[in-house]
């Protein structure tokens, strides 16, 4: 009933949102979630931070080491 078009839907959606390319290097755009954490200098508690960072070919090496 639909379902199977649906979820075709979903799925060519999902591709083309995922699918940037970069200006510089020309290569597609990997989108990540990276938890970054920092010490808070007054308390010394860890604070933690949740970012959407976008990987190439520009910083793959700076991001992934
Ligand atoms: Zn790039």
């Not at 755009?29 to 200098?41: A, G, L, P, Q």
């Amino acid at each position: 009933m639909g379902k199977s078009k649906s979820f075709a839907d979903k799925m060519s959606k999902a591709n083309q949102d995922n699918t940037r390319h970069c200006a510089q290097c020309g290569e597609s755009v990997t989108t990540v979630k990276m938890i970054t954490s920092e010490k808070v200098e007054d308390t010394g508690a860890w604070k933690f931070r949740q970012n959407f960072v976008g990987i190439c070919k520009c910083n793959e090496k700076d991001i992934i080491g």
